[in-house]
């Protein structure tokens, strides 16, 4: 099954009229995304991972990934695409803030 972009935004958008958190939603669905990796990828903490992320929702989705692959042992390296002031959203902050504190998780930043 797959789903638009605007879609998405929409499920979003009616659950976090319904009461859920956006925080939960980008934790879920980074959570999820990274079981997937894990049926597909073996050996998980021998593994050095790039994750690019933008400044937006999917990019929190990302950083979420990052700390997860990182506590399943994976070296971690995300590399945001344009500055730390430029991330848009809450959520994408707060995870960007538990990162900075992560030594396993390497975060570097461009202009694009």
């Not at 976090?16 to 049926?39: I, S, T």
């Not at 399943?72 to 990162?99: C, Q």
């Amino acid at each position: 099954m797959e789903i638009t972009v605007d879609q998405m935004y929409n499920i979003e958008n009616k659950g976090h009229d319904m009461g859920f958190l956006k925080k939960f939603m980008m934790e879920n669905a980074g959570a999820a995304a990274v079981r997937r990796l894990l049926e597909k990828i073996n050996n998980i903490e021998s593994k050095q991972i790039l994750i690019f992320v933008g400044s937006g929702n999917n990019g929190g989705d990302g950083l979420v990934m990052a700390r997860h692959l990182a506590g399943y042992g994976a070296k971690v390296d995300v590399m945001l695409l344009g500055n730390r002031e430029k991330i848009k959203t809450e959520e994408s902050n707060w995870n960007w803030s538990i990162l900075e504190k992560m030594p396993s998780v390497k975060l570097h930043t461009g202009d694009t």
